[in-house]
Every structure is written in C-alpha cells, then in structure tokens.
Nanobody, 119 residues
Framework: QVQLVESGGGLVQAGASLRLSCAAS????????VAWFRQAPGKERQFVAS????????NYADSVKGRFTISKDNAKNAVYLQMNSLKPEDTAVYYC????????????WGQGTQVTVSS
C-alpha cells in the first residue's frame, strides 16, 4: 500500500509557475510508476506526466511538454511537478497516483490539489 498527499496548488495568473508536491508513504521501496493526472470541471481525468520511482524515464502529455517537468526525491519520498508558463486551460484538480510497474492501472491516488489559472 502507498499513501499519497498532494500540495502546492493555488490561484495564479497566466504565464506564472507553480510546483506541486506529492508526498508518498507506505511501501515506497516497491517498484512504482508515479504519475500526475488532472481533471477539469465537466471533463475526464487526463494524464499529465509520469516517472518511474526506481529510475527516471519521464513521460509527458503533449499538452504539457516543454512547460511541465516531473521530478522525484527518493530520499524524501516525494514527486514534484514543476509547472511553468501556465495557461487557463491548465486549470484543474491535479492528482498524484501510483501504479506497480507493469500493472494496467493506477491503484493508489491522492486527494488532489486545485490549480486555477486566470487569464
């Protein structure tokens, strides 16, 4: 079992930056893929970025490539999402999720953190 807690959301203007944090606890020594997803009102949950906990191998949605960077600190059991050049369409609740490497689904989710970008 892995427990995930997100933080760092807020209200910013277009063009600003935010850094989201995901604190992990529990069986963090296992081989997981940790990802960020987001869900805007009335829309389906969308993949944003992922990283392999025991390595790196970042993966990004096309909509955030070049603007967002996922990183991790294994010593702190944390995963971060640096979001630059934010756009109003980035407004959503951002979720941290974890999946066992090779699994077909993300089984562990945080509660989400709200990011609102004003124009």
């Amino acid at each position: 079992q892995v427990q995930l807690v997100e933080s760092g959301g807020g209200l910013v203007q277009a063009g600003a930056s935010l850094r989201l944090s995901c604190a992990a606890s529990g069986r963090t020594s296992s081989a997981y893929t940790v990802a960020w997803f987001r869900q805007a009102p009335g829309k389906e949950r969308q993949f944003v970025a992922s990283v392999i906990w025991s390595g790196y191998a970042p993966n990004y949605a096309d909509s955030v490539k070049g603007r967002f960077t996922i990183s991790k600190d294994n010593a702190k059991n944390a995963v971060y999402l640096q979001m630059n050049s934010l756009k109003p369409e980035d407004t959503a609740v951002y979720y941290c999720a974890a999946a066992v490497v090779g699994a077909n689904s993300y089984d562990f989710w945080g509660q989400g953190t709200q990011v609102t970008v004003s124009s």
